[in-house]
């Protein structure tokens, strides 16, 4: 059982950079086994994928349009996983959603993800 927690949103302009956390806290199996991912959605659009890692950050993914803008990292100490968002566009406004896999590895599968953050608003202004 993993329960995760997400910060950071807020209003930047295009341009600007933002850095979002997000905390877990596991019971039962260890939490370092864990692939993490980032997914975002905007009003009117479905859910889409962001950026995911191994744990271990052996294995890592991004979306097309955020290479090079975003980075995700990860504090093994702390249980946390950070996304670096750099560059920002209007188009990248949305509530973010921090995940966790049923695998060890990274996944950009939706399905593969088994538990859900609240979600934190992201808005870039032009």
């Known amino acids: 059982q993993v329960q995760l927690v997400e910060s950071g949103g807020g209003l930047v302009q295009a341009g600007g950079s933002l850095r979002l956390s997000c905390a877990a806290a596991?019971?039962?199996?260890?939490?370092?086994?864990?692939?993490m991912g980032w997914f975002r959605q905007a009003p009117g659009k479905e859910r889409e994928f962001v950026a995911a890692m191994g744990w271990t950050g052996r294995s890592i993914y991004y979306r097309d349009s955020v290479k090079g803008r975003f980075t995700i990292s990860r504090d093994n100490a702390r249980n946390t996983v950070y996304l670096q968002m750099d560059n920002l566009k209007p188009e990248d406004t949305a509530v973010y959603y921090c995940a966790g896999s049923r695998f060890t590895g990274a996944t950009m599968t939706s399905g593969d993800y088994i538990y859900w953050g609240q979600g934190t608003q992201v808005t870039v202004s032009s």
């Open positions: 596991a019971s039962g199996r260890t939490f370092s086994t864990i692939g």
